[in-house]
């Protein structure tokens, strides 16, 4: 019998404006993803009980709520597969941070199940139920790295910077999604950002050095209100001259982009013994190759 294994990357959002709110309820954006080298590690199998899911390494989510379930489930009702599935998760991507854990998993149970099934469904199909699934989940089925806009659902691959580091701290307190929207939306009239056209966004990216970008977060000055916390971490890494700083989606995740041949090795250190959940993570050219594990 054949394992699937797959690996699931985080994302950064490089770039994240939220332009309005939609009256489906979800918002319009434009945003900047760059997938970066932090992984979930996701191992499918099947097993000889029909229809059962059985899903282990994520024992703080129920099983109904959890978003493999609802993508092996949609998988299920959309290639009418009876097949028992055994998903084992190896967790490095931490939940609410802003860095796409969940959405990835979700795609990358997508990608598996198709490759493991014979590929019933085409990649439009797998698309509409990433959508379903959730707004971030269709980029991780497109490109390492794209200009996203609409709820999510439009993507323009871009070719990734290979020559930046992210350093990325994440802090002792996680955000809501859900939360952060609301708080957006409470109080967007008191923010006010440059905006930046897709073009733009595009050009800075590919062309100029991070000490130059224009890109900004729109939750960032939401989030620096509710925990104090962020902006000590903020001005601790201004004392490391990083060419770029930025909140990931809606938080906590924080990150510094430095140039990646050039970063002092004190200041790696420095950051490491500062912050007990700190990470250096490299831009992603590819995304992760399904593999096959013969069991015998």
Request: hydrophobic share 40%; proline share 6%; with cysteine.
């Amino acid at each position: 019998m054949k394992n699937i294994s797959i690996l699931a990357p985080a994302k950064v959002n490089i770039h994240l404006d939220i332009i309005d709110k939609r009256i489906d309820g979800y918002h319009n954006i434009l945003s900047l993803f760059q997938t970066i080298s932090l992984y979930d590690k996701l191992l499918f199998s099947r097993v000889n009980k029909s229809n059962a899911i059985e899903l282990s390494g994520t024992p703080e989510i129920t099983l109904q709520e959890n978003i493999i379930y609802k993508a092996i489930t949609l998988f299920k009702e959309h290639t009418g597969v009876k097949d028992g599935i055994s998903v084992s998760v190896h967790k490095q991507i931490p939940q609410e941070a802003g860095l796409g854990g969940g959405s990835s998993n979700a795609a990358a149970s997508l990608r598996a199940l198709n490759y493991m099934f014979g590929y019933p469904l085409s990649k439009r199909k797998l698309f509409e139920i990433a959508l379903e699934l959730g707004s971030d989940v269709c980029f991780f089925l497109i490109s390492p790295a794209a200009t996203v806009s609409g709820r999510g659902e439009q993507i323009k691959p871009i070719k990734p910077r290979r020559d930046l580091l992210f350093a990325i701290i994440m802090p002792d307190f996680n955000v809501s999604t859900s939360n952060a929207y609301a708080w957006f939306d409470d109080e967007r009239h008191t923010l006010s950002f440059k905006r930046i056209t897709r073009a733009k966004l595009r050009y800075h990216y590919k062309s100029a050095s991070p000490d130059r970008w224009p890109f900004f977060n729109s939750f960032l000055p939401l989030i620096r209100k509710r925990y104090p916390k962020l902006n000590l971490i903020i001005n601790h890494l201004k004392e490391f001259a990083p060419l770029f700083m930025s909140l990931s989606g809606s938080g906590s995740a924080f990150f510094a982009v430095f140039n990646k041949n050039t970063v002092p090795e004190s200041t790696v250190k420095c950051l490491e013994k500062s912050y007990p959940h700190f990470l250096l993570a490299e831009p992603l050219d590819k995304i992760p190759k399904i593999e096959v594990i013969n069991n015998t």
